[in-house]
């Protein structure tokens, strides 16, 4: 089982280029495996809990909606 290799101090340090050019890679979804795109889907995703306003313009590339489960 792989795991990500990214930690916290690393969502701490990205800068807003760095998570501009995520966005990028993701949108551009030219990945030679889906494994790759799917770990930069997951730093999106820690990016958005931790780093909101760096993620701001790109919370369309994470799908997420808020669901009622009630």
């Not at 290799?5 to 495996?33: G, I, P, W």
């Amino acid at each position: 089982m792989k795991t990500l290799n990214f930690s916290e101090q690393d969502v701490a340090r990205m800068t807003a280029n760095e998570v501009a050019a995520l966005a990028q890679r993701l949108e551009q979804d030219a990945y030679t495996n889906p494994f790759e795109g799917l770990d930069d889907w997951h730093l999106l995703r820690a990016l958005a809990f931790q780093r909101p306003e760096l993620v701001e313009p790109y919370l369309y590339l994470l799908d997420m909606e808020a669901y009622d489960e009630a």
